[in-house]
């Protein structure tokens, strides 16, 4: 099941979030922040999946 889909350009700023849970605003901004830490941490020869918490993140960078 999808849960929420982000939009993010390399530098972390957040162009697009689409969340097809309800939750409240402050969860979404940290749920946000860590996501956006994790992945752009990652080198681009690692794996376009993630295991975090109890999800799958999956990505695509665009170069």
Known sequence: ???FILLFSRQGKLR????YI???DKERKKI??????????????MSSFVDWKD???VY????
């Open 60 to 63: 695509k960078r665009c170069e």
């Open 22 to 24: 309800t939750l409240p």
């Open 1 to 3: 099941m999808i849960r």
């Open 32 to 45: 946000t922040r860590e996501i956006v830490q994790i992945i752009l941490a990652r080198s681009q020869k």
């Open 16 to 19: 697009l979030q689409k969340w």
């Open 55 to 57: 999800l799958k993140l």
